[in-house]
């Protein structure tokens, strides 16, 4: 069965505190891992696709990478506007997206 | 900028009401979703498509229906509104089967 799995489900952090979100999935041919950024209220909104294992992207202070059985998410020096909650999919034999929980992510001044 | 416009931001009905929620893109995607987001349980697909005309369902689609007639517009029809159908719904959209998706800002359907 698809799964996705993300941790932790809350993360507080201080302003400046570096830390990673972590995203598994069950391994059985992966055709795109994403990651989404959501406010609360709004839909969420596209942030990195990740398609084989070694693969990293950067925006701003994310960094996403992808191994063979995971993802992680690096927020470096967070500031208080990248509080949100971020979600991680991966892409099941179908084509449709498997959405993770979530980790909701508060990052005080 | 591409866009994913739902028509209500909130939306309050009575149980038992037939509900519509209308989805429309201006990006000229085949693909079109629409999931329901509530607490602990994530994301889940209630219904999809490919194209115009056609319909899929997806993980939980009891109680719901969707119509997609035109190729930018896909809505989704809760027949007879239940409190348990309380829950944001999310319309997202894809060029293609193996592109990413774009949400639109969502509906907070309330039913009473």
């Known amino acids: 069965e698809d799964q996705v799995t993300q941790s932790p489900e809350a993360l507080r952090l201080q302003e400046g505190e570096s830390s990673s979100l972590n995203c598994s999935y069950t391994?059985?041919?992966?055709?795109?891992l994403f990651w989404y950024r959501q406010d609360p209220g709004k839909g969420p909104e596209f942030l990195f696709t990740?398609?084989?294992a070694g693969e990293e992207k950067e925006k701003e202070r994310l960094k996403a990478t992808l191994t063979k059985k995971e993802s992680f998410l690096h927020i470096t020096a967070p500031k208080p506007e990248d509080s949100a909650t971020y979600l991680c999919?991966?892409?099941?034999?179908?084509?449709?997206?498997?959405f993770g929980q979530g980790t909701e992510l508060s990052v005080k001044p | 900028d591409v866009k994913v416009t739902q028509s209500s931001r909130y939306l309050v009905k009575r149980t038992g009401e037939k509900v519509f929620l209308e989805c429309v893109q201006d990006?000229?995607?085949?693909?079109m979703f629409w999931y329901r987001q509530d607490p602990g349980l994530g994301l889940r697909l209630i219904y999809f498509?490919?194209?115009?005309?056609?319909?899929e369902k997806g993980d939980i689609p009891e109680g719901y229906s969707v119509s997609r007639e035109k190729k930018e517009r896909f809505s989704l029809i809760l027949e007879s509104a239940s409190t348990n159908q309380t829950s944001m719904y999310l319309c997202?959209?894809?060029?293609?089967?193996?592109?990413?998706?774009?949400f639109g800002s969502g509906t907070r359907l309330t039913v009473v």
């Open positions: 990006m000229d995607h085949e693909n």
């Open positions: 990740l398609y084989s």
């Open positions: 498509s490919y194209d115009v005309k056609m319909k």
């Open positions: 999919a991966r892409r099941n034999q179908g084509g449709k997206l498997i």
């Open positions: 391994v059985s041919g992966l055709r795109g």
């Open positions: 997202a959209s894809s060029p293609e089967r193996l592109g990413g998706y774009t």
